[in-house]
């Protein structure tokens, strides 16, 4: 049976306004789940264009999901924080979907019915086939759990629904391309805690929502303490004072709505709640509910803001992410289309495989030059290899090579190689020579590594190797199933790079085994940087 290494995944759309319903029922479990899980957060602002949105709207929208993301505490260094747009293969696997789901499935789609309203013919497609776009999202990264709340729910089942057909369809296919008896997992929900559906402060039986035309309905994320304080002072009650036990909230949706905000705001049960305040009136209960959500919200609408003003920063974040995200996402859609059937490009730096018997996707798995599968299994990282020669050029590469690395969470190693002069042998000095060009070639790698140091952080792995420069890059790239990318100064050799390049592709029988990125020479730190993203 397949195995599935667990990940989570969760999207929240950038329709603006974010509010404590979108706190407590979505974010702040998306930062408890850092903790256990490999986590992926999308703002899913395909999603959002479902209806029509305005285009600069939109984009602020984005980063404040973003940033409210990051001010909640959502680390985007340790996981993956992207806008949905930013990585194609979504809606790649969304059309492949569009192919499996049946019409009856999202016909019985709630969500649709409800949003669409009377008129659904002028209904746009795309909010018809959201859920198939949705489960696109969830099983690009094969994710295992979804954090979901009620009203999401049915589209999880969806998502489940689709993932299990497709096994059954491509069931051949699937084992042949090595993925045993499964290439999807069919994802479980993570349920809510207290207050997952948090309510209207000035109607109990509502949904908190930002269409609400009243704003004293909700509690925006960016209000400020007096805000804050003047909403919860202001939101409906009923005259009796609180109950000492939960089963004294059934038809006081108000009261339950407050003691559940209370509850969740402490991350405590609401029978804990009542056993301290049962009895009190609610003025009482508001003052400390004030107390309590200005000591959480306050710092959390103040880092938003701070965020909020520097885009080009919020940007940065997103552009990371998505990186990241398209290496995982890219791989899945590699593995589809071969399942399916699809030609796709070859020697594709992020193609899919996975050895038989193995269950999750790691990135750039690709035939190398022996034709078989690489495998990056957990705690592998893609590697960049630098070739350390003498040229003066060859620091650009080292440079660039470490900012990328650092950039994009990879690994680096590099390669030093000692060509001592094959006529010495006939004098009777070889091993002399070869032991002088290696301790050259190893003073290299140091400075290298010195360099890699200084300049982002890094700390490569150092490779030394006697012999032709082609044969060992090329012997290196065979042994070493991790390394993604080949990078080069534009000055390596006498010649320049390109009879090295040919020489390599020659000695892996033609096909080159990885991309290459050459360095030019004269480029800057600064153009260097902006060069690696």
Known sequence: MAQFKERVFSGVQPTGNLHLGNYLGAIARFVALQEAYECIYCVVDLHAITVWQDPMELINQIREVTAAFIACGIDPKKHIVFNQSQVAEHAELAWVFNCVARVGWLNRMTQFKEKAGKDRENASVGLYVYPNLMAADILVYRATHVPVGEDQKQHLELSRDIAQKFNNDYAASIEQHGFEDAFFPLPEPLIQGPATRVMSLRDGAKKMSKSDPSDYSRINLTDDADAVAQKIRKAKTDPEPLPGEEAGLAHRPEADNLVGIFAALKGAAKADVLRDFGGAQFSTFKAALVDLAVDRLGPIGAEMKRLNADPGHIDAVLADGAERASVLARGTMEAVKDIVGLIRRPYNPHACRTARGRGSIEPSRRTNVNGKRRSYET????????????????????????????????????????????????FGVGDAMRAEAEAEALDRLEAAAAHTREAAGVEPEQVLRVGDTAEAIAGLIADDEDIAFLVLAAGTGKEGPGPLVTNIAGKAAGAFPVPIVIVPGGLSDEEIDALAG
């Not at 690994?411 to 000692?418: F, G, K, P, T």
């Open 379 to 426: 705690g592998h990282r893609p590697k960049f290899m630098v070739v350390v020669d003498e040229t003066p050029e060859c620091g650009r590469a080292i440079h660039f090579a470490a900012r990328r690395v650092a950039r994009t969470g990879a690994s680096l190693i590099m390669l030093a190689v000692a060509e001592p002069p094959e006529s010495f042998e006939l």
